[in-house]
């Protein structure tokens, strides 16, 4: 079982809708990671979280820490093909610099 | 701009054989790691380091070996690559924390036959 579960596994939406990822998980993390990844790319960090409540915005993407430090969501408003990637979350579990990533949400947006 | 590079993009090995993966990267970073990205696994760490000649196993370092010999470039060593060793391997570094930012390569990925 993987210590991050994220959901959906999959997701295709229409350019212009408005979605949301998770990222859960049972163990309480000091600092909680997003990274995309383009297909044929290593991922690329979008932000990190580290206060419970937390809630960062980066353009069209919007990503929150849950108050107990044990999920995390990423919203993206008026979604676009450039978006299309697979998101991964990453999380230190109880600050050991111990990073463990989730396996990831892929995101189509079709034109 | 900051640069992680590995030796090859794809690779076609047999069954048996020994592979070299290298990884190198000019942040002067103390962290360097080694991931294989599986589907519906997500990344799993193999081994990381976090000095020269210092290195930690991850979750799943049987099969695996690594060497840091000089602070950029950390190789990854498969001594006897096996069919459930096909998958696409990532490298990264980061900085002094290893919660900070990790900076990935483009991948390798690994086709055993």
């Known amino acids: 079982t993987q210590l991050l579960e994220q959901s959906p596994q999959f997701l295709s939406i229409q350019e212009g809708e408005n979605l949301t990822v998770y990222c859960n998980s049972s163990?309480?993390?000091?600092?909680l990671q997003w990274y995309r990844q383009e297909p044929g790319e290593g991922p690329v960090l979008l932000v990190t979280?580290?206060?419970?409540?937390e809630v960062k915005k980066l353009k069209r993407l919007t990503f929150q820490f849950g108050d107990a430090r044990k999920d995390s969501s990423l919203h993206i408003t008026a979604a676009q093909p450039g978006d299309t990637g697979l998101y991964l979350c990453?999380?230190?579990?109880?600050?050991?610099?111990?990073?463990?990533f989730g396996a990831g949400t892929r995101l189509t947006v079709k034109p | 701009d900051v640069k992680v590079t590995q030796s090859s993009r794809y690779l076609v090995k047999r069954t048996g054989e020994k592979v070299f993966l290298e990884c190198v990267q000019d942040?002067?970073?103390?962290?360097m790691f080694w991931y294989r990205q599986d589907p519906g696994l997500g990344l799993r760490l193999i081994y990381f380091?976090?000095?020269?000649?210092?290195?930690e196993k991850g979750d799943i370092p049987e099969g695996y070996s690594v060497s840091r010999e000089k602070k950029e470039r950390f190789s990854l060593i498969l001594e006897s690559a096996s069919t459930n060793q096909t998958s696409m391997y990532l490298c990264?570094?980061?900085?002094?924390?290893?919660?900070?930012?990790?900076?990935f390569g483009p991948g390798t990925r690994l086709t055993v036959t």
């Open positions: 990264a570094s980061s900085g002094l924390d290893r919660a900070d930012e990790q900076y």
């Open positions: 163990s309480v993390f000091s600092s």
């Open positions: 979280v580290v206060t419970g409540g």
């Open positions: 990453a999380g230190d579990v109880n600050n050991n610099n111990d990073m463990r």
């Open positions: 942040m002067d970073h103390e962290n």
């Open positions: 380091s976090y000095d020269v000649k210092m290195k």
